[in-house]
């Protein structure tokens, strides 16, 4: 398996155990509001990572074929998150804004975690390997 398809796959199960938590919040506690923007806010970072991976991927086959590349979605995954706000800003009572703005901010933080602890048992492994 290609690193992207790994990394999108650690990434897709670490927020769905995020998520997990998040609906476990929104039906336990009384902080709904704020647990649905989280909701909110999460589920449009997952789609918009996951859009990015396949248009990664496209953009690469593209490259590799010698065609010229399309863009990679960035008015896409934008339209998305002024979705999730505007939907937040309309339904107020339902919705905690600035919870939305956290949840849309997770996979990107995930990813960088991600990033850090991949790159550092590269470094381990390199280090015990003699390979300094």
């Given at each position: ?47 918009n ?15 590799a ?51 850090l ?16």
């Amino acid at each position: 398996m290609s690193e992207l398809r790994v990394r999108v796959h650690r990434l897709v199960k670490t927020m769905c155990y995020l998520l997990a938590l998040f609906v476990l919040g929104l039906a336990f506690t009384e902080y709904k509001h704020v647990f649905a923007g989280l909701i909110l806010g999460a589920v449009v970072s997952l789609v918009n990572a996951l859009y990015t991976a396949v248009k990664v991927h496209q953009f690469g086959k593209r490259v590799a074929a010698g065609l010229k590349p399309r863009g990679l979605g960035m008015m896409t995954r934008f339209s998305l998150v002024a979705l999730a706000a505007l939907i937040a800003i309309r339904y107020a009572e339902t919705f905690h804004l600035p919870s939305l703005a956290v949840g849309l901010i997770l996979a990107t933080v995930i990813l960088y975690i991600d990033g850090l602890v991949y790159s550092y048992r590269l470094r381990q492994s390199d280090v015990e390997r003699g390979e300094d």
